[in-house]
T-cell receptor
Framework: KQEVTQIPAALSVPEGENLVLNCSFT??????LQWFRQDPGKGLTSLLL?????REQTSGRLNASLDKSSGRSTLYIAASQPGDSATYLC??????????FGAGTRLFVKA | GAGVSQSPRYKVAKRGQDVALRCDPI?????LFWYQQALGQGPEFLTY????????KSGLPSDRFFAERPEGSVSTLKIQRTQQEDSAVYLC????????????????FGPGTRLTVL
């Protein structure tokens, strides 16, 4: 059974700091991995999708990497800003109908 | 519309009442998913539709939960005889293709319906 774990559960950093969010999964047979952002009271916004054949994806200040063999993905945020404050969720698609989500990392960037 | 929409955004129900939650997916999207998100947790899969066919309902917590997508577009999640443990945010997502067909098949989420059962 696929399980997804995100560490840390919460993170508070000063503005401008570079940071890394971690996601681990127990079954390496994944189809893709998606990182989402969720603002309080809102739905999920897709940030990056990494296909199983890819090692990383980049969008602006965000870079996501994928290491299937070790069951890990990281989301790197460069030069963090207060507007980056949100919950970040990773989700694993195993190619079936279910997408398995982690519990998220709550990020607070202090001005 | 440009994105996935859900209504109502907030619903307060008394224990024992029936509720119906609506999802309008992105036009032309084949796949539609329902998730339940408890406070402080990630979304948990409830059910999946490919067009009008419900292909997976293994995540529905009990037989009080029922979902339909009769014409392959709008979907409704119905909860009968609501209980306090049903209080959660219910999220709907759609994607262009069925799962497993393309590795770049993103899910697009609606804003969710926050259900509070008193």
């Amino acid at each position: 059974k696929q399980e997804v774990t995100q560490i840390p559960a919460a993170l508070s950093v000063p503005e401008g700091e570079n940071l890394v969010l971690n996601c681990s999964f127990t079954d390496s047979a994944i189809y893709n991995l998606q990182w989402f952002r969720q603002d309080p009271g809102k739905g999920l916004t897709s940030l990056l999708l990494i296909q199983s054949s890819q090692r990383e994806q980049t969008s602006g200040r965000l870079n996501a990497s994928l290491d299937k063999s070790s069951g890990r993905s990281t989301l790197y945020i460069a030069a963090s800003q207060p507007g980056d404050s949100a919950t970040y969720l990773c989700a694993v698609d195993t190619g079936g109908f279910k997408t398995i989500f982690g519990a998220g990392t709550r990020l607070f960037v202090k001005a | 519309g440009a994105g996935v929409s859900q209504s109502p955004r907030y619903k307060v129900a008394k224990r024992g009442q029936d509720v119906a939650l609506r999802c309008d997916p992105i036009s032309g999207h084949v796949s539609l998913f329902w998730y339940q998100q408890a406070l402080g947790q990630g979304p948990e899969f409830l059910t999946y539709f490919q067009n009008e066919a419900q292909l997976d309902k293994s995540g529905l917590p009990s037989d009080r939960f029922f979902a339909e997508r009769p014409e392959g577009s709008v979907s409704t999640l119905k909860i009968q005889r609501t209980q306090q443990e049903d209080s959660a945010v219910y999220l709907c997502a759609s994607s262009h293709q069925p799962p497993g067909l393309a590795a770049n098949n993103e899910q697009f989420f609606g804003p969710g319906t926050r259900l509070t059962v008193l």
